[in-house]
Nanobody, 115 residues
Framework: QVQLVESGGGLVQPGGSLRLSCAASGSISSIDAMGWYRQAPGKQRELVARITSGGSTNYAESVKGRFTISRDNAKHTVYLQMNSVKFEDTAVYYC?????????WGKGTLVTVSS
């Protein structure tokens, strides 16, 4: 059974940095794109960043130039480097591994931006 486990969340001050990781355990194959979503209190879940198997990336407008997504296929891991964080980045961040069939989702890691 495949599980995705996020790590790296926590409390960070505005302007600071944080690096999220999401590692898959279990028998995993045929993963296409990987991505990060987030859900802030009272808001819908939204796409933050996505990276294809070929390395193409796309970002939400609100994080462009501040966040960077990357992946390590050998380790079945996706990362999200968050720089210059803002109060509005506060949310639960979820990783997703896309494939043919149901996607794999992590359980989320909380990022709180506060002074």
């Amino acid at each position: 059974q495949v599980q995705l486990v996020e790590s790296g969340g926590g409390l960070v001050q505005p302007g600071g940095s944080l690096r999220l990781s999401c590692a898959a355990s279990g028998s995993i194959s045929s993963i296409d794109a990987m991505g990060w979503y987030r859900q802030a209190p009272g808001k819908q879940r939204e796409l933050v960043a996505r990276i294809t198997s070929g390395g193409s990336t796309n970002y939400a407008e609100s994080v462009k130039g501040r966040f960077t997504i990357s992946r390590d296929n050998a380790k079945h891991t996706v990362y999200l480097q968050m720089n210059s964080v803002k109060f509005e980045d506060t949310a639960v961040y979820y990783c997703v591994f896309e494939r043919l069939g149901p996607n794999y989702w992590g359980k989320g890691t909380l990022v709180t931006v506060s002074s």
